[in-house]
């Protein structure tokens, strides 16, 4: 029985113990491709939300949409002017004693508590989200049915009082018609915050 092995047939295993190692390390260098991919995509992701962190943040946004809710108010409002007075940063206090998210003076809160039979309130509870931004969203839903729903008038009101708002127009006040030009600034910079809210945080908000 000849037993000798055809050249052919050697060559034909060498060739196939060559391209197997040749397919393993081609089959690990895809899936290394693939991780860094996979890497590279949650860098982005975690990138683009510092990004927005830092941009426009948004924080509490359960305790918005219930207070839109309740207060009938669009969420990306109540969102935007937190924005303006203090970035989502609890704690702040202004040099008028305004203070927490919504920046609400502990006189105003006191009113507002006796109003909407929060008796227990004291200055205190102004650091805490729900309360602050539940004061606040009340604030503005009075400003908005004393101005008519005009929203330029109600946040000239929120940020340099009814008085004034009053002086300068009432209900058909507009921005331009605004002479401080903080306040203008402010009513300004809440209306374009509101709606990049809108655009960027349409399910956070539940829009």
């Known amino acids: 029985m000849n037993t000798q092995t055809h050249p052919a047939a050697r060559s034909s295993r060498a060739s196939t113990r060559a391209v197997r190692p040749r397919r393993r390390r081609f089959m690990a260098a895809l899936m290394g491709a693939g991780l860094l991919l996979v890497a590279v995509l949650a860098l982005q992701g975690a990138f683009h939300h510092a990004v927005k962190e830092i941009t426009l943040p948004l924080h509490h946004e359960d305790i918005i949409r219930q207070q839109a809710a309740e207060k009938d108010l669009d969420p990306a409002l109540i969102a935007a002017v937190i924005y303006a007075e203090s970035r989502f940063v609890s704690g702040r206090t202004s040099s008028a004693g305004a203070e927490g998210l919504m920046q609400i003076t502990p006189a105003t809160a006191a009113d507002i508590a006796r109003r909407s039979g929060g008796t227990a309130f004291v200055t205190s509870d102004l650091a805490t989200p729900q309360v ?45 018609d605004i002479p401080f030009a903080e306040t203008r600034a402010y009513v300004a910079k809440v209306l374009d915050a509101r709606g990049r809210y809108r655009k960027t945080y349409r399910r956070e908000l539940g829009l």
Request: without cysteine; aromatic residues 12%.
């Open 132 to 176: 602050n931004i539940s004061y606040g969203s009340y604030l503005l839903s009075e400003l908005l049915h004393r101005y008519d729903g005009n929203e330029v008038a109600a946040l000239a009101a929120y940020n340099a009082g009814p008085g004034n708002a009053d002086r300068w127009g009432g209900s058909g006040l507009t921005v331009n």
